[in-house]
């Protein structure tokens, strides 16, 4: 009996010993989803005209087919009262229309809160839009090539994130493509404070001192915004992401 244990025991080592190569687990890229208008990612003017035009936000991902859009706020100054107005899907409202078309030259509309439902039935927020109203601006016929580069952090792109969870992820990271060799070389971290902003800079992907000691003292609600994001891609090429804006709570 003693004798049958002893074999029992040892058989797991001699199964999986063997093979120490035989099971991997496969690190999958994360479902990556972008909203803009009238597919035009990198340009943060627009005129009201194709605005209107557009007539919605879209998704842009490579998972784009498999979400959408359930919910977004547009939010605008008009005759200096400042308005939000809500859509339960991801066309303007005949509300937001007439308003819109009142906004002056040169101010800035922000879509935000906006709520997707993916392939696996999960809602999810996504970041929003800050776009100026521009009227002789003209969209570039440039669509966005995939995949995605974008940075984010804890392998999401986050609007909202607790100051601990921060802290303990210390760093930003790269989405999209070929993530496991493409390297952040830097960022900078812009905090509002009295009007103005502070700018920090980091060499690395990881929050500096000056960085977390700041973060630490902010008060719930607070906005950061990573900016100047600097990767290396697998080809050698040197890019500029967008920039990263997210909430702390």
């Not at 003693?2 to 010993?17: E, H």
């Not at 107005?85 to 078309?101: C, E, G, P």
């Not at 971290?189 to 009007?195: H, K, M, R, V």
Request: net charge positive; aromatic share 8%.
């Amino acid at each position: 009996m003693r004798k049958l244990l002893f074999i029992l025991m040892l058989l797991p080592a001699i199964l999986f010993g063997q093979n120490k190569n035989t099971f991997k687990v496969k690190k999958q890229q994360p479902e990556i989803y972008v909203a803009a208008i009238d597919s035009n990612y990198w340009d943060n003017s627009i005129s009201i005209q194709e605005l209107l035009k557009a007539g919605k936000i879209q998704l842009l991902s490579n998972y784009a087919d498999s979400a959408r859009i359930t919910r977004f706020t547009l939010s605008a100054g008009v005759n200096g009262n400042f308005y939000d107005w809500v859509s339960n899907n991801d066309s303007l409202t005949s509300r937001m229309r007439a308003k819109l078309i009142d906004v002056a030259d040169g101010a800035y509309i922000i879509i935000k809160d906006i709520q997707i439902q993916t392939r696996r039935n999960q809602r999810r927020n996504i970041n929003g839009l800050a776009l100026k109203i521009d009227s002789k601006h003209r969209t570039v016929n440039r669509r966005l090539h995939y995949p995605i580069l974008q940075a984010g952090i804890c392998g999401y792109l986050k609007d909202s994130i607790s100051k601990s969870q921060l802290l303990q992820i210390g760093k930003i990271e790269f989405l999209g493509g070929d993530s496991d060799s493409t390297k952040i070389l830097g960022f900078d971290l812009e905090i509002p404070q009295a009007g103005a902003f502070v700018v920090y800079s980091s060499q690395t992907e990881y929050l500096t001192k000056e960085m977390i000691s700041h973060i630490l003292q902010l008060a719930k609600g607070s906005y950061l915004v990573f900016d100047n994001i600097r990767c290396r891609l697998s080809n050698g090429t040197i890019r500029i992401l967008k920039e990263l804006d997210i909430q702390v709570f």
